[in-house]
């Protein structure tokens, strides 16, 4: 079964900080793929970034960031820099391939992060 | 190049009445997703089509839900008989049929209240 957890439900950090979101996934199969999207009050779900589970190298997309941990099967995002424009939920997800292509998306719970000026 | 769209954004219905909700995909996109997002939850796959099929459905499509993607562009998601539990926003995502390449692209959502 296909399970993204994401333990952090609520951060604060003040402009300009530094923040990690975690995202621990769990899935049997061998081939997948991990995401996350952003979701602003107006609530739009934001595609950020999609990582297949044979590419290991981390990304970097300016302020932005991804760590990704098969040993610990984790997908980590970092905001460098945060502000306030950053505030939103961000939610990590799961699929794997059904066939020859992607199947449903699986997503974790979320975490609500606010960036105070 | 327009996005995923979705109308009505809001609905406010009482308990027992029908809904129907519609979702036009991106213009190239051969696949259409719905799901189902409750207040701090993530969103939960509801159903998917190819083209005007559609190949999978959750448990969670029960059966006073029906969507249908007639000629394989837009699709509607109807709601018979509400309930207040059936409250929630309701997302559709679109994507193009690369294989293992795609990645689905959402709308805004339409969200719906139940009283």
């Known amino acids: 079964a296909q399970k993204v957890t994401q333990a952090q439900t609520e951060i604060s950090v003040v402009e300009k900080e530094d923040v990690t979101l975690d995202c621990v996934y769990e899935?049997?199969?061998?081939?997948?793929?991990l995401f996350w999207y952003k979701q602003p009050p107006s609530g739009e779900l934001v595609f950020l970034i999609r990582?297949?589970?044979?590419?290991?190298q981390n990304e970097i997309s300016g302020r932005y960031s991804w760590n990704f941990q098969k040993s610990t099967s984790s997908f980590n995002f970092t905001i460098t820099a945060s502000q306030v424009v950053d505030s939103a939920v961000y939610f990590c997800?799961?699929?794997?391939?059904?066939?020859?292509?992607?199947?449903?998306?699986?997503f974790g719970r979320g975490t609500q992060l606010t960036v105070w000026p | 190049d327009t996005g995923v769209s979705q109308d009505p954004r809001h609905k406010i219905t009482k308990r027992g009445q029908n809904v129907t909700f519609r979702c036009d995909p991106i213009s190239e996109h051969n696949r259409l997703y719905w799901y189902r997002q409750t207040l701090g939850q993530g969103p939960e796959f509801l159903t998917y089509f190819q083209n005007e099929a559609q190949l999978e459905k959750s448990r969670l499509l029960s059966d006073r839900f029906s969507a249908e993607r007639p000629k394989g562009s837009f699709s509607t998601l109807e709601i018979q008989r509400t309930e207040q539990g059936d409250s929630a926003m309701y997302l559709c995502?679109?994507?193009?049929?690369?294989?293992?390449?795609?990645?689905?692209?959402f709308g805004p959502g339409t969200r719906l209240t139940v009283l």
């Open positions: 990582r297949n589970s044979f590419d290991e």
């Open positions: 899935t049997r199969d061998t081939t997948y793929y």
């Open positions: 997800a799961l699929s794997s391939p059904v066939g020859s292509t992607l199947g449903r998306l699986y």
């Open positions: 995502a679109s994507s193009f049929d690369r294989g293992r390449e795609d990645t689905q692209y």
